[in-house]
């Protein structure tokens, strides 16, 4: 049984960021009437019912109306999942994100990788909104100055924060390890290990963090719609062509 539905909206993004599994921008925004047809599909024929949804890209605020369509649509679909969330690298105008709120989204996620004091006061405006929980996604594999700082924002203003694993590196031990010595600060830190992640506790600053293992296989239970409006259910299908 699947849990969760990703909807990839677009490829297209404003960065280039080198870190980046996506190969090519060239994509199409998918467009509500695709995704009616799609959404009609799993939850009529297939019956299915989400625990969460993601919408993800590329950058999916470059088309901040066609955004709003599609978080519109997912929420009257599917009005009784709570956790809705976007993905987003933290480029559009806080009053943007903000809006989201009146389309059902819950959750927001943004990529911080270090110093980065516009978006950081972006991220604590918006946690403090009481409208959203706010994750920061966080490059693993960089120095550990900018990682320790990236924890140590995030642990002090109560942000989720997620270390995410270069898809092209699958030593997630070696990743594991440098944190819970190097930026949490201390090496008797909990570690709960999953198949997909790991999460660390930091009982004395009462915080936790979670990274992710990029396995071989990435079939994360979700069912995917990809701009196209092509349904498929393995994650594989999504980056094989990036890396």
Request: with cysteine.
């Amino acid at each position: 049984m699947k849990e969760g539905l990703r909807i990839v909206a677009t490829y297209q993004c404003n960065r280039n960021c080198k870190f980046c599994y996506q190969a090519s921008k060239e994509s199409p925004y998918l467009d509500t009437e695709t995704l009616k047809k799609c959404l009609d599909y799993l939850k009529f024929t297939k019956n299915f019912i989400p625990i969460y949804v993601t919408i993800q890209g590329g950058e999916v605020t470059i088309d901040m109306e066609k955004l709003r369509e599609i978080a519109k649509l997912v929420d009257y679909y599917y009005p009784q999942v709570f956790r809705k969330s976007i993905t987003s690298n933290g480029d559009a105008d806080v009053n943007d994100y903000e809006s989201l709120a009146l389309y059902g989204i819950t959750h927001l996620s943004f990529s911080l990788h270090g110093k980065n004091k516009k978006l950081e006061d972006k991220l604590k405006y918006l946690a403090k909104s009481g409208f959203f929980t706010v994750r920061v996604n966080c490059f693993a594999h960089q120095s550990l100055e900018n990682l320790r700082y990236v924890y140590d924002f995030c642990a002090s203003n109560k942000i989720q924060l997620t270390f995410c694993e270069d898809l092209r590196n699958k030593i997630v031990e070696d990743v594991t390890d440098k944190i819970v010595r190097f930026v949490v600060g201390y090496s008797d830190a909990e570690i709960i290990r999953h198949k997909f992640q790991h999460i660390i506790i930091d009982n004395k600053r009462k915080f936790r963090c979670w990274i992710y293992k990029h396995l071989d296989s990435y079939d994360y239970n979700n069912y995917i719609i990809l701009p196209t409006g092509k349904i498929v259910d393995n994650f594989d299908l999504v980056i094989q062509s990036k890396l």
